[in-house]
């Protein structure tokens, strides 16, 4: 007599990937139960309170004071610093408070090993998928979530079917002085692609111009997310359950070593057994790799899908630092939608880097005219470093203040930071969060040849202010290892060798047949864009993987 489960497709996490997965399948008359660690979250909720979203982290970010993972700089070192924190939190996990970028990756990117070779320590290598694979998927992500922007004006955007579906939004007074003086270097610039109606879109309003993008979810549904658009339309389908407050720890197995559903803790941190005959880890990079590592048992020792050692492998993120400039007149960045212009020339094989006397392979990106910080409203301000000879506390810090907020602008610098092949994840074994779970230790520093990128971008985004008449010019550092942000990738690894991957091409795991890992976990690099957008093809692309394999029993135990 055949198992009776209680759902053909269980996916653990409901953000961009689980979310795109959860309508493609349902939509094809699968039925999926998807597990959510957070709350429903709707836009009635939403306000533009700095205090309580960027500030103290409520609601869209998840509780503060849970340790989330630990950290330390190399392996022969114990726990460096233990890091509190949840984000990504309710239906459409980080997308709920994402800037809304929305990049392509380059084909070179997907081509990495063969376009920049290998480095010191490196872990650079091939995807096993192209972007011609995923052109079509990338188009489907930008007319479903709503991307606006103008393709033509970018010398270096890859070729694409069909243009944007929105034109771009209007730039602002500070992003056109911004243009102006890349303009006259040579460089440019152009909107970056963004997830913000720059007219009514789908049902949705057109982008307000308010300024409360990242940090924060839109008071008028202006800002394009997979929680609005293929989580909501999944949700009216009744082959869909989504099941909040459903905390993951072990994806179960059965005695032939096939996954056949998932243990999680329910709100009163009850132990509840979900089984399905497919299931799909769709979390992000952090949280689908400690769940892998968590889930041992006698066939799977290491973890799910671990017995070739290669979950949590190759570690890498990107730094972003932010550059500051002060100007005679008011800039008023804070208004305006998140995305808006960017210098394309120095970003992964734009450009040679041996041209200007540099050893470093690949290359990043300059935005501006950003607002400074996350969100870029006041209080957040008040964190910004100060320039040299301007104290941080003080009557000479508030009349800084009272002028350098209406008067500055940023621009970020984006890295590419190659995998190491000593950067991994793993378990903790002596720090545990509130469910009694080891959490999963980042072991990572940046590469020397980060520093030379780094110094490289400032330096042209540097001559940018200076173009521009920047009174002071100041900030920019290379971040701390630590500050983990979503910009990361590498340790549930896609390949075709399952010697040095956890993934085939369609992000299934090489050891279990019916059991997928779906996010940018899987990606073999990242280049110098943000990696929402591909996250996002990346899920179209396995969802139909799925639903051709589903029609003839193949995924299915």
Request: charged share 20%; proline share 7%; glycine share 10%.
């Amino acid at each position: 007599m055949a198992k009776k489960y209680d759902a053909d497709v269980v996916i653990v996490g409901c953000g961009c990937a689980g979310g795109i997965l959860a309508r493609e399948l349902t939509d094809a008359g699968l039925h999926v139960i998807s597990l959510e660690r957070g709350p429903d979250i709707s836009s009635e909720e939403y306000s533009m309170d700095e205090l309580k979203f960027p500030i103290r982290n409520k609601v869209l970010w998840g509780p503060q004071d849970e340790p989330r993972f630990t950290w330390r700089s190399d392996g022969s070192n114990s726990t460096e610093r233990v890091i509190t924190g949840w984000n990504g939190w309710g239906p459409g996990g980080d997308h709920l408070h994402w800037g809304a970028q929305s990049w392509r990756f380059q084909p070179a990117t997907f081509e990495a090993r063969s376009v920049f070779g290998q480095v010191e320590n490196g872990a650079i290598v091939d995807w096993p998928i192209s972007y011609d694979d995923l052109e079509p998927y990338y188009q489907r992500f930008e007319e479903r979530v709503g991307i606006s922007g103008d393709h033509t004006k970018d010398p270096f955007h890859p070729p694409r079917t069909k243009p944007y579906p929105m034109p771009p939004t209007v730039p602002s007074y500070a992003t056109r002085h911004f243009v102006t003086a890349a303009k006259a270097l040579g460089y440019d610039p152009f909107p970056v692609p963004g997830a913000i109606n720059s007219t009514d879109y789908n049902g949705r309003f057109a982008c307000g111009y308010c300024g409360f993008c990242q940090s924060y979810g839109c008071t008028v549904e202006a800002k394009g997310d997979v929680g609005l658009t293929e989580i909501r339309k999944a949700r009216h389908n009744s082959n869909f359950e989504l099941r909040f407050h459903s905390r993951a720890f072990e994806v179960a197995v059965d005695i032939h070593g096939h996954a056949e559903g998932v243990k999680y803790f329910d709100k009163n941190k009850d132990v509840q057994h979900v089984t399905g005959r497919l299931v799909i880890i769709a979390a992000n990079y952090l949280e689908s790799t400690h769940l892998m590592l968590l889930s041992k048992s006698a066939l799977f020792p290491n973890g799910i899908a671990n017995n070739g050692g290669q979950v949590g492998r190759y570690f890498h993120m990107r730094d972003i630092t932010q550059l500051i400039g002060i100007f005679d007149e008011p800039m008023n960045s804070f208004i305006g939608p998140t995305p808006r212009w960017a210098v394309n020339k120095f970003a992964d094989d734009n450009f040679s880097p041996e041209e200007y006397g540099e050893d470093f392979v690949m290359g990043g990106n300059i935005t501006g005219a950003d607002q400074h910080g996350l969100a870029g409203q006041p209080i957040e301000f008040t964190g910004a470093p100060t320039p040299e000879g301007i104290p941080n506390w003080g009557e000479a810090y508030k009349k800084f203040i009272s002028k350098a907020y209406t008067h500055h602008y940023n621009s970020r610098i984006y890295l590419t930071e190659p995998p190491q092949d000593d950067k991994h994840i793993d378990l903790d074994p002596n720090v545990k969060d509130s469910f009694g779970l080891p959490v999963p230790r980042v072991t990572f520093d940046w590469h020397h040849q980060t520093s030379k990128q780094h110094a490289f971008l400032r330096q042209r985004a540097y001559e940018i202010y200076e173009k521009a008449g920047a009174l002071h010019i100041w900030g920019g550092e290379l971040g701390d290892p630590w500050v983990l942000n979503s910009h990361a990738g590498g340790t549930t690894r896609m390949g075709e060798n399952p010697e040095e991957s956890v993934v085939n091409r369609y992000c299934q795991t090489h050891e279990i047949n019916n059991l997928f890992v779906v996010g940018s976990s899987s990606f073999p690099t990242i280049g110098a864009y943000n990696p929402g957008e591909t996250v996002g093809a990346l899920a179209y692309w396995v969802a139909e993987f799925i639903k051709k394999e589903a029609k003839v029993g193949k995924v299915f135990n």
